[in-house]
């Protein structure tokens, strides 16, 4: 009995630390070299990373609009930071296309910087002031507001290739290892130098 116990253990710490190699992360950087196999990424800290890249990549770009887009009713993201008080301020949004909405819904720990959070939700409501526009989101658990000073980045997504996978290309890079292998199997990337924000 204290065998099979024993043998239980290994085998399913085996899986505890294959499902945590396998979970995704998130990469931000600025490509360095691009060809049919395998990127290289210098990242925001400074390193350089050579990585592989699935077979079914997914390439988006993220292009900046007009912040009079955000309309009420559509399915956005936001990336914020809590002040002192609590309050929510936005460091970027992002529309989601239509055929999008739902994904990833709710509010959530973010790593774009310390504290960040990010929110997917429904826009309920969206005023506008001399230095910002509050914008209130509803998600399936509960909703949030949130200031967005004039200036913070708008973005949508829409597919792309790899074309855009270019020397000094800015992007986020979703790196998963695979039968032992780091690659890269979703790529968010700008376009003549712009960053994607989130």
């Known amino acids: 009995m204290h065998r099979i116990l024993a043998i239980c253990v290994i085998l399913c710490g085996g899986v505890a630390v294959a499902q945590a190699a396998e979970t995704p992360i998130r990469l931000r950087g600025t490509l360095e070299r691009a060809d049919a196999t ?56 992002h529309v989601f296309p239509e055929a999008a909405r739902g994904t990833g819904e709710g509010h959530r720990p973010w790593d774009l910087r310390p504290g960040s959070t990010m929110t997917n939700a429904t826009v309920t409501t969206i005023t506008s002031g001399p230095n910002e526009r509050t914008m209130t989101l509803r998600y399936k658990d509960g909703e949030k507001t949130f200031h967005v000073p004039n200036g913070v980045p708008v973005v949508t997504s829409k597919a792309a290739d790899r074309s855009l996978l270019v020397a000094g290309a800015k992007v986020i890079v979703t790196e998963q290892l695979r039968d032992g292998h780091a690659v890269v199997t979703r790529m968010l990337v700008g376009r003549d130098g712009f960053a994607p924000p989130m």
Do not use: N
């Open 38 to 93: 395998s990127v290289v990424v210098k990242t925001r800290e400074g390193q350089t990373v050579t990585l592989g890249l699935a077979t079914d990549l997914v390439v988006t770009e993220v292009v900046p609009i007009d912040p009079a887009a955000i309309q009420s009713g559509m399915f956005v993201g936001t990336t914020a930071i809590a002040g002192a008080d609590g309050s929510l301020s936005a460091v970027e949004v």
